[in-house]
């Protein structure tokens, strides 16, 4: 089992940027297919970048498309996501998730939620205009 633990949120103005970071313990991450998720109050969550094990598959949201980007350092067990170009419409809780792809599957990443076992508690990211 793996635990996830986002952390980078805040409060920044429009325009500007920020990375979260998703420290993992209990497994090493370069085993698992990693995503970031967000969700706004009233809203569902939306699918926000994903990457695969092996870094050749890296799927964006169409909102976040060219603004964001996914990496990661599994020497640090670590996740990124780098959040640049800001907009007040990407307040949300950013959750991290984690989805154990099997040994053969290196290039797998999902972009639905529901294929992911593992998730963080999330961190607020609030966007002022």
């Known amino acids: 089992q793996v635990q996830l633990v986002e952390s980078g949120g805040g409060l920044v103005q429009a325009g500007g940027s920020l990375r979260l970071s998703c420290a993992a313990s209990?497994?090493?991450?370069?085993?698992?297919?990693m995503a970031w998720f967000r969700q706004a109050p009233g809203k569902e969550r939306d699918f926000v970048a994903a990457?695969?094990?092996?870094?050749?598959?890296?799927y964006y949201g169409d909102s976040v498309k060219g603004r964001f980007t996914i990496a990661r350092d599994n020497a640090k067990n670590t996740v990124y996501l780098q959040m640049n170009s800001l907009k007040p419409e990407d307040t949300a809780v950013y959750y991290c998730?984690?989805?154990?792809?099997?040994?053969?599957?290196?290039?797998?990443?999902?972009?639905?939620?529901?294929?992911?076992?593992?998730w963080g508690q999330g961190t607020q990211v609030t966007v002022s205009s």
């Open positions: 998730a984690a989805d154990y792809t099997g040994i053969l599957n290196v290039d797998y990443a999902a972009t639905r939620g529901d294929e992911y076992e593992y």
């Open positions: 209990g497994r090493t991450l370069s085993t698992y297919a």
């Open positions: 990457i695969s094990r092996s870094n050749r598959k890296i």
